[in-house]
Every structure is written in structure tokens, then in C-alpha cells.
């Protein structure tokens, strides 16, 4: 075995590791993930790509994610299990394009430093390891950079086409790439075309029929949602996308600096990933949705390209011997493993209390519900994600992702009126929920009685059944 590969077995292996430890001290899955899930094992049990069967719409934003979920789930695997391991396979290959991406820009002896730092970078480790497609999506996405710099270009394009079926953010990056392709390499133009267009159209066509439109349902939900409720200022919001409430952002952004400057200049490259990154740093800025912790975090490893080539920029400037460069890396590689390592204790806290939350009220509400209602009764309810994956139960969902007719609702803050308008026969409240105001209402009170109250800390639900005579 050559040192080279050695190198590649230790950073996927440590990128892997990092995420699987974190997976074994929190157990934390992302509540959205069981969307996900769900529309998983009902394509694999033949009922379609829906949600609840019979209703066709496209509440996940990740379709391409969720048919290889169902491919697990036909070979009777664990959808969960399989979204784990399918993720833990994308780390590892994301810290190892990392490596060789750091080996293509000539980072010397300083090429282990990109992929150590998202092997173990404390926002990027969670989203990872939570049962959502972030993993996967961060993959195709530093894989189509990769293979753009390396004049690849068509297998760029066709990871940028990846991405953009596996979250509609991959949209921007295939844009970019076909649009920069199309235009500088005339010889074979017309096959940014092609690529893109065997996949998107099939999906668009077929996406089109089946649902209505291409466009993911959860997309115009949650605008509608957050309209009214949910987004934070423009100012916390970039802080939160760029860093900035954290102690490291500027230092990093700093770094980031510096590290363009060396990259550009010298290796000819960082162009076209700047105007990705603040591309999409600007999208979530200015869209009308909350930005949730695993939505940036695809933008990290490029980020870290940037940020690690301020280092060999700083040796280079100070003509450190380069004999002596080998050592000084491999002490700056232990102490920066260390730093992040520490960083991740406060995350693993944060996240296994998510996860008592989860399994103890949204979990528990979900078996419940499995237990004490009609295999064709209607429960409502927000956060559906463990709910209704642990239920079974044809679900109106309140947020209006799986649900379009609660959308309407939503964009004009009527949220009783979408209960009494629907007469599902259970509902799930959280109590304190903007959502859930009318507990208290006469009319709702009227139609609704309280039937079973789940508690968790300060966190209160309250499950109410229909009246059957009103």
C-alpha cells in the first residue's frame, strides 16, 4: 500500500468514525428525515411516491435521495439505517475529494488540512449523521468542483445535475457550470446540454404528471409558513450563515481572504466557487424561510479549501525552510484535530437533548396514535416527521408540506379555521405554538376534546380527538 492511499484510508475512515461516534453518544435524527423516510418505504411497498397513499405530492425536497432509500427498504433494510449508511459512505468520499483537492491545488505538505477539518467540523459532523440527504448532497457537490478543475468537465456537469435532483439548491451550481461550460468550451457546448437534459427532463416530465409540478410542495409550505412566523432578521441571519456568532467566523473569513488571494493568483482557481458560495449565501439571505442548521453546510468543504489555502499562502510569505514545512504541518494537523474535537462536545450535548425531545413526546405521540386510532382516521399535525412516520396514519400535515391545502391557511395565519374547515379526527398540539393559539378558542373547544397530554422538560403536547357529533 502506498503512503498516498494509507493517507485516503485514514481521512475516510476518520471522516466516518467522527460521524458514527456522533450517531452512537446523541441517536439524534432529524425530524424531517422521516418525511423522507416515509415517501421511501411507499415507493418500495408499491404505493407510489406519496406520502399518504392516494395523495400525490411532492412534500420531500429530495427525490433522488429518496429512491435510493427505496432501494434499501425493497432489500428489506431499515430506510433509517440505510440513510445513515449511505451518508457515512458520502462523508468519507467527501474527506477524501477534499484530499485530493488540496493534492491538485499544490497545498505541499499541508494537503491533510481541508479534509481534517470537515472530517471533524462541529456543524457539518450533526447534519451528517441526522438521516437527512446534507451528506449525500455535499458529496456531489464538491465532486462536481473537483472535476471541474481538473478539466472533467462533463462529469461536472453530471454531478451538478446529481445535486440538482437531490436538493433544489443543486440547481444553482448546474447553471453555473452548464452556462461557464457552454460558453468556453465551444468544441463540445452542446453536451452540457445533453447531460443535464437526459436526467432533468425525464424528472421534470415525469414529475410534472404525476404531481402537478416539479416544484417540491415543502418549497411554497414553507414560504407560506415562515411568512408569518419563524425567520430571523437579516442580520442574524448572515451572521448565522457565515459564522459570525460564533467566536471563529471572522478569523475564518479572514483566513478565507487570504487564501482566495493565493489560490487565484497562483493555482488559477476559486472563480467560479466564489460566485457559488456567495450565490448561495445571498439565496438563503434574501428568501422569506428560516434557514435551518443543515441547509448551509454543503457550502463547508468548499469553504474550507479557501480558509486552509491561507496557510501555505503564510509559509510561502514568510519563506519557511521546506524541509521544516513537514513537521509544522503534522503539529498544525494534531492541533486543529484537537480544537475541533473539543469543539464537538457542546453539539453532542445540544443534540442528544434534541433527541430526548424527539423519542420522548414526538415519538411517543406517534405510537400512541398507532395505537388508539383507526387505521383510516385523519390526524393533523405539525412537525409530522416522527409523528407520522411512527404512526401510519394519513397525516394533514399543519406546516403544509405534505399538505397543500393547509397552505392557504398558513400564508393567512388561520390556523383554527384549517381544523374546523377539515375536521381531522385527531389532532396533535404543542402548546405555546403560534399554531396552536385556539386551544382555548369556544369553537375549537366545542369539536375537540383533550385525550392524552405527552410532556418533556418545558415542552408540553397535548393530543385532542373529534367529537363525533359535531
Known sequence: MTSTSRNLGIIFLSAVIARLAFNYLTGFM??????????????????????????????????FFTFILSVFAVLSISVPTAALFVSLIASGLTAVVLFRFAQL??????????????????????????GMETAFFTLLIISAFYFQHKQLRLYAVGMATLAAVTRPEGLGLLILLTAYNFFSDRQRRWSYIIIPAIILVPWLALSTLYFGTPIPNSITAKLALYSRFGDTSFWDKLAYLMGWHKYYGYPLLLA?????????????????????????????????????????VPVFPVYFIFIMAAVPYFFDKINYPAHKQKTAAVLLTLLMAAVLLAGNYQPVIRHRESRDFYTNIHQQIGYYLYSHTNKNDLVAAEDIGYMGYYSKRRILDRDGLV??????????????????????????????SPMSAFVEDSVFTARYQTERTFTFDIFQYIVYSRIKHK
Open 30 to 63: 432529524a425530524d424531517d428525515a422521516f418525511i423522507t423516510f416515509r415517501y421511501a418505504e411507499n415507493i418500495a411497498a408499491g404505493n407510489g411516491f406519496v406520502y399518504n397513499i392516494g395523495e400525490k405530492v411532492l412534500g420531500t425536497s429530495t427525490p
Open 105 to 130: 491545488l499544490r497545498f505541499s505538505h499541508f494537503i491533510a488540512l481541508p479534509a481534517v477539518c470537515y472530517a471533524l467540523w462541529p456543524r457539518s459532523i450533526p447534519t451528517d449523521a441526522c
Open 256 to 296: 478565507a481572504l487570504f487564501g482566495s488571494r493565493w489560490l487565484i493568483k497562483k493555482q488559477n482557481f476559486g472563480r467560479l466557487e466564489v460566485i457559488w458560495m456567495v450565490g448561495t449565501v445571498l439565496f438563503y439571505l434574501f428568501s422569506r424561510t428560516r434557514v435551518f442548521f443543515w441547509y448551509i
Open 403 to 432: 399538505s397543500p391545502e393547509a397552505i392557504p391557511y398558513n400564508r393567512e395565519g388561520r390556523y383554527r379555521d384549517l381544523i374546523i374547515d377539515r375536521k381531522p379526527d385527531w389532532l396533535v398540539c404543542a402548546i405555546g
